[in-house]
């Protein structure tokens, strides 16, 4: 058949959103939709008084537009996939759009004649499903950290995605298993910011496509196994120049020992900002079962080397690929929100000059220097980002109030929800 295109892009809940359309939209154009998907949550009830959507207005159109350049190959037979922006019906875009927001960000740091790159890592598990529905992790019993091969994989699903991967046009770094069985690691190729998380969406929906031809359910949620380790997506940044000189570069050598103003004003800001940052981040409730300390998650406000119990982790490699690592988020949050909120973090800590506290000198699990963690809860985590008016106006006011008011239900219709039930509630979703 002619080639039809996926048009997609990624709510408020990380879900990837589209519509299959014919080849005569293979270029610059549009699709109508429901402006109050924005409305909708978890278990497909509608939020009638959510901001922002105009719901009681009439459930007006939103129109999401792609450019022709950024068109691609897809992962399904004859199909071209396609994100892009979300506009009202008077051509504005509409303030709850995520990716606008992180071209906002984008924007903010190129007046400063700064291009943010960034590299993607994300974690996943494997749960293996029954005839009746019923799932259960991945039996794996040879898995082993960095493991390959069958004995960490024996359904053979990453071989497949990794051949999807490369057939569409993904550009991968890594696919490993991690330290918790059967869990895995798979690590994007860095990019300009809005291009890494295009790629990273539309990578993470290939994956668990591709992973469900096998019968395996691949979930990116941050603690589906409440025994075993959580699944991070971590943020490496770096900035060029106009030249396209790694901006945090100071020579051949990097770590806490060779960061210029740049790089310790963008660990300031990050730390500064740290709770308010865990709301965007880390925005399910399971997310605060992973974020605990000593568990080389991003709990802690603190800074080091190459130190896996701290939050932000400067990259002893010096030269073109010196680079900040963030470890905070799991792949439960709207990766465009949460780069926007990391490079609008970063920039104020440069703008403000925040001051930072020396790199973390504790193990991470004994002792740490570190004052304090993020919230304990996704209830408290709502609480420190309202309070943060300065990363809400400089990320976007609307789009802070509609995830502050959708994350409050979220906390009431999870309520009394534990272990299996709690994981069931977004297991198929995320």
């Known amino acids: 058949m002619p080639d039809r295109l996926r048009a997609m892009f990624c709510d ?32 497909k009830d509608l939020i009638l008084d959510a901001p922002h959507t105009r719901c009681r207005e009439g459930i007006p159109d939103m129109e999401l537009r792609w450019e022709a350049s ?20 008077e051509g504005e875009r509409i303030p709850l759009c ?9 924007a903010a740091w190129e007046a400063r004649g700064l291009t943010p790159k960034v590299g993607v890592e994300l974690e996943a598990f494997a749960f293996e499903i029954a005839e009746d ?3 259960a992790p991945m039996h794996a019993p040879g898995g082993i950290v960095y493991g390959t091969g069958p004995f960490a994989d024996p359904a ?38 809005v291009k890494a998380v295009d790629e990273m969406v539309l990578f993470r929906q290939m994956a668990r496509e591709v992973a469900l031809e096998h019968g395996i359910l691949l979930t990116f949620l941050p603690k589906p196994i409440l025994e075993k380790g959580g699944s991070g997506l971590h943020f490496n940044l770096s900035f060029a120049a106009k030249a396209g000189k790694n901006a945090l570069m100071t020579g051949p050598k990097g770590g806490p020992d060779h960061m210029n103003d740049l790089a310790k004003g963008v660990v300031a800001g990050w730390l500064h900002h740290h709770k308010g ?14 974020l605990q300390p000593a568990s080389m998650s991003g709990y802690w406000c603190n800074w080091g080397g190459d130190h896996r119990g701290v939050t932000v982790r400067v990259s002893e490699e010096g030269g073109p690929k010196t680079r ?7 792949a439960s949050c709207n990766p465009y929100t949460a780069l926007a909120a990391l490079l609008q973090a970063g920039l104020l800590g440069v703008e403000k000059a925040y001051n930072l506290p020396a790199p973390e000198a504790g193990d991470g699990f004994d002792r740490t220097d570190a004052g304090y963690g993020v919230a304990g809860s996704l209830s408290e985590a709502m609480d420190d980002l309202e309070a943060d008016k300065a990363l809400a106006a400089a ?15 979220e906390v009431t219709k999870t309520e009394g929800l534990e272990g299996a039930a709690l994981r069931n509630y977004y297991i198929w979703y995320v």
Do not use: C
């Open 12 to 43: 408020h809940l990380s879900l990837m959103r589209g519509k299959y359309l014919p080849a005569a939209k293979l270029k610059s154009d549009g699709t109508r939709m429901a402006r109050p998907t924005f409305s909708v949550h978890w278990d």
């Open 70 to 89: 950024d068109i691609r190959d897809g992962w399904e037979p004859d199909t071209k996939v396609v994100t892009g922006d979300l506009y009202d019906s």
């Open 98 to 106: 995520p990716r606008s927001a992180l071209k906002r960000a984008v």
């Open 133 to 135: 529905g019923s799932i």
């Open 156 to 193: 053979g699903f990453t071989d497949a995605i990794w051949l999807r991967a490369e057939e569409a046009g993904f550009r991968l770094d890594l696919i490993t298993a991690e330290y918790d069985t059967p869990q895995f690691e798979f690590t994007l190729a860095y990019d300009t910011a």
């Open 277 to 290: 940052l865990a709301g965007l981040l880390a925005p399910t409730v399971g997310s605060y079962l992973r």
């Open 324 to 330: 900040l690592e963030h470890r905070m988020a799991d």
């Open 395 to 409: 990320l976007g006011p609307e789009l802070v109030e509609h995830h502050l008011f959708m994350k409050r239900i």
